[in-house]
């Protein structure tokens, strides 16, 4: 009899054994085919021109770095910023976040383009173009923007990654310029625009004599904007880099 109740005890273990084995093995399979559930973005609010932020990446004299700025910023309590980037064909990204003071309306971070550990810097080669983009979190939800941008060295030809806007100078072959959409106006203006803001970046001095056109689908004048000048319709060579906006002829 002792030994008919070992042998029940021993078929009872062996069952949970094999029962709990192909208990984990369900699981795993479940957790692999599962779905990952995505961050919530937050709610998305619409922002019209006029209370959107202005964006600049401004390359270092060596292109190692660009200086992001953002100004004219409203009803934000954080903002969270995504560089990525081409480097010899692969992508490459620069990420950070800033908690801002009360009424800031102006922030600006060095975003190197590359990698440091322990005073050694790695830097990314033949960096082409990439695409900002901006969250600002408030209480009301998140104003999510992106800006695409060209990055380009020594060319004569300087174009938006859109293939809309072009600016046509000689240029030393050692100046790195960056083209981009600046996402919102740098000042107040009273047109509307037919195009969207570009902006053109340099280190360094930023006299030239060019010329510029943007391409939109109704005949149109270009504007420039000027820290100095502020907004001013083109009627010839550009004289330095700017801030560019098309705007319907009448």
Wanted: hydrophobic share 40%.
């Amino acid at each position: 009899m002792k030994e008919t109740w070992w042998v029940f005890v021993l078929i009872f273990v062996v069952i949970l054994a094999i029962g709990g084995f192909w208990l984990v093995q369900a699981k795993k399979r479940a957790g692999a085919n599962a779905t990952p559930t995505p961050t919530p973005e937050g709610v998305l609010l619409e922002t019209a021109l006029e209370d959107r932020p202005y964006v600049s990446l401004v390359p270092r004299a060596d292109g190692r770095e660009l200086k992001l700025t953002i100004s004219r910023i409203k009803n934000a309590q954080t903002i969270e910023y995504e560089l990525v980037y081409l480097s010899a064909g692969l992508s490459r990204g620069v990420i950070g976040n800033v908690k801002l003071a009360a009424d800031q309306t102006t922030i600006s971070r060095d975003l190197l383009l590359g990698s440091c550990s322990k005073n050694v810097c790695k830097y990314d080669e033949d960096v082409t173009e990439g695409t900002l983009t901006l969250r600002f979190r408030s209480p009301e939800g998140v104003r999510k923007f992106t800006a695409d941008f060209n990055f380009q060295q020594g060319d004569n030809l300087l174009t938006s990654k859109d293939g809309q806007f072009q600016l046509e100078a000689n240029l030393p072959a050692s100046t790195y310029c960056l083209t981009m959409e600046t996402i919102g106006l740098p000042a107040d203006f009273e047109e509307t625009p037919a195009s969207p803001i570009y902006g053109v970046f340099s280190a360094g001095s930023q006299a030239i004599k060019a010329k510029v056109s943007i391409t939109t689908d109704q005949p149109t004048a270009v504007y420039q904007w000027t820290r100095t000048g502020g907004w001013q319709a083109l009627t010839g060579a550009v004289s330095q880099l700017a801030t560019f906006v098309a705007i319907a002829s009448e």
